[in-house]
């Protein structure tokens, strides 16, 4: 199955192995096993990495992606979509992020995630209509 | 803070690629920056400096992972191989974060709250 989520690297590589355990096929995968290369980009160029591989990319920073998303959206083709955990997820509780992610992720799959930004966990709220 | 003067010349060249990269600032402050963030780099080989939240902050050249994360996953976690296991980063990698974050205790712990409140 072809990967929609990425791992940042301030994300455990056990939180895809979790997922995969929780969901079989679960479609994500961490950046150093998706691109050696891509751990040594600033956050720019992994948004702009993540929109030409449409790569949802999920992880911790919520400040600085969040400013880096807007410069997406402002200055260049905007991004494929990022999932920021919210702070009171520790960042070494993978089990926690891999059951927000994971229900997060069943009703957020079907979503235009283009220039879309979502902190997790959170009170699911359907997708508006298309007009 | 205390602080020393130190007085040094540059090239004319190297003086004019400064003022275009000062952005508004003095250069005084940019010199400053840069010496004190390459002192540091050399003190401590793989950490880097980037922008932050606000300010600069220390990280793992090469990785996306700031010496503030590395901190507090030690500290979640307790122990350094298990902070090695999580991010599966090289060990002496995750040594040389916690060595920088144990030197400049006040440093890491601002830029923690900075991207985490």
Redesign the interface.
């Known amino acids: 199955m072809k990967p929609r989520l990425l791992g940042?690297?301030?994300t455990?590589?056990?939180l895809v192995a979790a997922c995969r355990r929780l969901h079989p096929g679960f479609p994500m995968v961490?950046?150093?096993a998706h691109n050696q290369d891509w751990?040594?980009?600033?956050d720019d160029d992994?948004l702009d990495a993540c929109l030409a591989a449409e790569l949802i990319l999920v992880g911790?920073?919520?400040?600085?992606l969040a400013?880096a998303a807007t410069r997406a959206i402002r200055e260049r083709g905007g991004h494929a979509g990022i999932i920021l955990f919210r702070?009171f997820i520790?960042?070494?509780?993978?089990g926690g992020q891999c059951r927000a992610l994971c229900r997060f992720w069943e009703h957020s799959r079907e979503w235009d995630w283009f220039n879309r930004m979502a902190y997790i966990p959170t009170d699911v709220v359907p997708q508006p209509a298309a007009r | 803070m205390s602080t020393a003067t130190v007085s040094g010349r540059i090239d004319r060249k190297i003086d004019a690629l400064l003022v275009r990269q000062t952005l508004g600032k003095k250069r005084c402050q940019i010199v400053s920056r840069d010496v004190t963030e390459k002192v540091l780099e050399r003190a401590y080989p793989g950490i880097g400096f980037?922008d932050?939240?606000g300010e600069r902050e220390a990280y793992l050249?090469?990785?996306?992972?700031?010496v503030w994360?590395v901190e507090?996953?030690f500290r979640?976690?307790g122990t350094l191989d298990?902070t090695v296991?999580?991010?599966?980063l090289p060990i002496r990698l995750v040594k040389r974060a916690m060595d920088y974050a144990r030197a400049f205790p006040k440093e890491t712990e601002r830029c923690r709250m900075?991207?985490?409140?």
């Open positions: 940042d690297e301030n455990s590589p056990k961490h950046i150093a751990c040594g980009l600033n992994l911790h920073d919520r400040r600085t400013d702070a520790r960042q070494a509780d993978f | 980037r932050g939240v050249i090469g990785h996306r992972v700031a994360e507090r996953v979640e976690l298990k296991e999580h991010f599966g900075a991207q985490t409140t």
